[in-house]
């Protein structure tokens, strides 16, 4: 023992061996740099391979001593089993764990010591085959390992692995092989494709169930809410039926207070004319003559008879007490007699709660007014019969003054001096041949139209505030069915009311809205049924049509653009729209639309209509049932069975030459000299065509209709108020819900949407199970490349996938986003959603893949840090995806998400000699993931693979420390990148 401490090298000599090692930055070095004991002037035998020397018998070594190497040249013996001697190097380093260094033997026919493939030193006939020379990379020393299908307990000693177990090239103990996994003997892995299988289908039953129970869920929801949708009925009939009776109560008191305030302000008047005791027995005499609602006898002071007649709701609530069904009438008493007037009847109403609680509201009221006022007069019982508790909608009136418009690169008119009003309570109709810009008109209006030159001034309510102020109350139906396909009927609807209402708005009442909607447009029928898409059929057109006006009816608007909502509909499916059109209207809804080609029937149900011509110049603008006797002025009369639009369209189409010399450049003018609206200077010229004559019974003419905007309505100071088109501030009144609460709606949207798109969720994991299942079986893990290769494809495979699903998140709803967020719901709330959702392809994806991967490729680093690395990996590449689905077009988006994986992967395999692959290589993503999956791998590697480890690493320029960092640099590029995309989608997603 004494006689091997004395060979074995210091802690001073490993350090000199290894530094000397790694300086030559090759794996095959056969020389060390020269020492005290091996150099140019001393070379003993020791200083050949495989043997090695002592220091003297009376010299002390320290092997900790990591400063000095001592003098060995005494004693040159082989070295010893269980170490290597390196050549230039006369002492033995022990062999690492997994290492297998028996001493050598010689082979007579090649003249080499097997198994380490050095030879003996030339003319030394004394010197013979030593132990093993050197410990490398298992690329250049592989003899020193351990062999594949056997363990190495010691450096000396190999046993077979036996069946059930395997073991790895550099084992130092067999690994007994999992359940249901293969093993026979001398097998260096095991067979866990078995595994992979059960995965899967753990996964797809996992997947099914979730499926089916949500399917489950959302059935019990459904049906949770129609009974919901039964109680916000009845209570809404419940409501009406006590509205109509207070209705009628207030009629009774108005009348009543009325008519004794007329009999008071008689006795008043003649006790001024004339002697007391006479006017005492005129108002006596007058008493007789009182209408028979009213008592024979009426008081002097108005104070008394006000208390009284303010408990005539008292009567009524008692009468409702004892009418429990709602079928009878009530009593109310107004002064000495009892007057019963019959209430409809009431169907299916099964409580008196609402009713109730209405009829104590009034009293409750009456109570702080009597008690804010002691002496009630006649004008207050007048007040409070007239008050109401029913809220109305604001309402929006629109005014425009010359309002023109131009392309910016074209320097054309879109439009020209149109002046005008729309008027709450009202539905204009806008009307005009093909390029006569009724779209941009109503697209000017609402402040939609992007890329032109817009002068002119419009008022909101006769204010000079943006549009935008009002966002929040006014409804815009675009021309194209902008509808979310994947839902059902009802669930576009409800979304839209969720979202757009009050936030303060109970939820029955919101459902209220929501059926009435649907009742109104004629969908009871098809409520539940699926919008349908282009590649899944669902309801008709007609249908799709009115779901896309109804988006916009059930936020209760105050001004409600529609841009061609007829287009498509047949005729009754127009007239169910008009009439749900004007049901609005009669609640002061300003309502202002584009037809073309209206019935007569349904031209007869717009209130104003505003006729364009081509250029964008107003030919008529006021109401319906004067047009004709407008054109008739001069000469232009509908002819018999034709419809009036139709014929007015064709003459400004050009298709009908105008009679009485008028032609079709003149009409417009004619218009501007009726209402005494300014001439633009390059229309005078049809000035002098029309005459004097024309335009002076053009402006006096008490039968043409009254114009439509009078210059006297607006102010000095707004003249040439410009157009704005950026919300500065709210102006409607409405507070709708809060990014947190939208956030909740659009999550469970998302979610029902994914549901529904099982198959194309299931197309992408049977990709991913392919794609696992061929790379994993194709890429080997080699022991001196730790899978590099497999995990580059990897990285490619999954990066190129998960982008490609990831587009689908926003590409395909930049219509529905765009109409959204115009209409102020919240773009942080979509984003957060849209993200929300994803997260769960997040997490599942990466098991997908390992599932085939990891169990065919089967490397020696966990099923939980591979995953964990792509998780982190997914993160990444969906928030790239973002970007591109935002800010490109779905082929340039697809194209990028195909090359970029591409390309940063092969900078990033460049490796740190390159130029080009050291500038650009660490700030791509996959070098980070590429490194991640190494480190995770190398960390698996010890003992006799310590140099193979180190030596791999060291050449691509990764740390063993860093598979932390590499993490966090996939997360928080995830995170920024998601940062950009919703950059992008402020900033470009709205155009």
Known sequence: MMYVTKRICTAAEMKFYFTSFMDTKSANAQFLKPNRNCNLTSW???????????????????????????????????????????????????????????????????????????????????????????????????????????????????????????????????????KLSTCNPNSDKQNMHAYGFMLIGALTLILIVFYNCSDQVLTTRYARLAKSRERAARSARETAQARERWKVAKEITKKGATGLQKQLSRTFSRKTQGDQSKNANQSSANDTQLPPKFPSSAPSSGAPKAKKDSSSLTKMLQSLENDPDGQGGFHMEIGDKNIKKQAPKAKNLHTKSQIFKYAYGQLEKEKAMEQKNQNMTFSGVISM????????????????????????????????????????????????????????????????????????????????????????????????????GNLSVEENLRFSARCRLSEDMPKPDKVLVVERVIESLG?????????????????????????????????????????????????????????????????????????????????????????????????????????????????????????????????????????????????????????????????????????????????????????????????????????????????????????????????????????????????????????????????????????????????????????ISALRSFSLDKLHYRRESESGMSSLA??????????????????????????????????????????????????????????????PAQLWCVLLPVVFTLISNQGKDDKFGKLLGPYCYPSWALEAFLIANAQRYSGVWLITRCDALNELGYSVHHWSYCLVLLVVSGILCRFVAFFCLLKFGKK
């Open 830 to 891: 979509y984003f957060l959603s849209k993200d929300t959702v994803d997260h769960f392809n997040t997490l599942i994806k990466p098991l997908v893949f390992l599932s085939m991967f990891f169990f065919f490729n089967n490397p020696r680093s966990t099923f939980v840090d591979n995953y964990v690395v792509l998780l982190c990996l997914v993160y990444c590449v969906t928030g790239i995806a973002y970007i591109f689905a935002i800010f490109l077009q779905p082929g």
């Open 44 to 178: 003993v035998p020791g200083c050949e391979p495989g043997w090695a020397c002592g220091v003297a018998s009376n010299v002390t070594v320290d092997l900790k001593n990591s400063k000095d190497i001592p003098d060995r040249t005494r004693d040159s013996q082989p070295c010893c089993e269980g170490f290597f001697c390196p050549r230039g190097l006369t002492c033995m380093i022990p062999c690492p764990l997994g290492s297998f260094c028996p001493r050598s033997k010689l082979n007579q026919t090649t003249g080499i010591c097997d198994p380490y493939a050095y030879q003996l030193p030339p003319g030394k006939t004394n010197h013979s085959c030593g132990g093993a020379d050197r410990w490398a990379s298992v690329s250049s020393s592989e003899e020193l390992f351990c062999s594949a299908g056997s363990y190495c307990p010691t450096t000396t000693k190999k046993i077979t692995c036996t069946k059930g177990h395997y073991c790895r090239q550099g084992s130092t103990e067999q690994r007994a092989c999992f």
């Open 385 to 484: 019969a007239t008050d109401t508790d029913i809220k109305t909608r604001p309402t929006i009136e629109v005014a425009f003054k010359d309002l023109t418009i131009t392309l910016n690169h074209k320097f054309k008119h879109l439009m020209r001096s149109v002046t005008g009003k729309i008027l709450p309570g009202r539905i204009s109709a806008v009307m005009g041949p093909s390029g006569a810009g009724k779209t941009t008109f109503l697209s000017a209006v609402t402040g939609k139209i992007k890329g032109c030159t817009i002068s002119g001034s419009v008022l909101i309510n006769g204010k000079p505030d943006p549009i935008q102020c009002y966002k929040k109350i006014i409804g815009f139906v675009p021309q194209d069915d902008i509808v979310h």
């Open 523 to 803: 969908l009871q029928a098809v409520r539940d049924s699926l919008v349908g898409t282009v590649e899944k059929r669902g309801i008709s057109g007609g249908q799709r049509k009115r779901v896309n006006v109804g988006l916009e009816l059930v936020l209760e608007p105050s001004l409600l653009i529609l841009d061609e909502p007829t287009s498509g509909l047949d005729s009754s499916s127009s007239n169910l729209l008009l009439r749900a059109l004007r049901r609005e209207a009669l609640e002061g809804v300003n309502i202002c639309m584009v037809v073309h080609q209206p019935s007569y029937s349904l031209y007869k149900m717009f209130d104003d209509l505003i006729l364009l011509a081509k250029g964008g110049l107003t030919v008529y603008h006021g109401p319906v049932k004067k047009v004709e006797e407008y054109f008739s002025s001069f000469g232009i009369n509908v002819p018999d069975r034709v419809n009036p639009p139709d014929h007015y369209i064709d003459i400004l189409e050009g298709l009908v030459k105008p009679s009485s010399g008028v032609s079709v450049e003149q009409l417009p003018v004619r218009w501007m000299l009726h209402n005494g609206y300014p001439v633009p200077p390059d229309m005078l010229q049809y000035c002098d065509q029309i005459g004097n004559s024309s335009a002076g019974a053009g402006n006096s003419s008490s039968d043409t209709p009254e114009p439509a905007f009078t210059k006297g309505s607006w102010q000095d100071n707004q003249e040439h108020q410009q157009l704005l088109f950026f919300q500065s501030h709210d102006l409607s009144n409405r507070i709708t819900p809060g990014v947190m609460r939208q956030y909740r709606y659009y999550v469970g949207r998302n979610s029902k949407q994914r549901l529904r798109e099982a198959k194309l969720q299931a197309a992408d994991y049977m990709i991913l199970l392919l794609a696992g299942a061929c790379l994993g079986t194709l890429s080997k893990v080699k022991g001196d490349t730790f899978g590099y290769h497999g995990y580059m494809y990897t990285i490619i495979a999954v990066s190129l996938l998960c982008k």
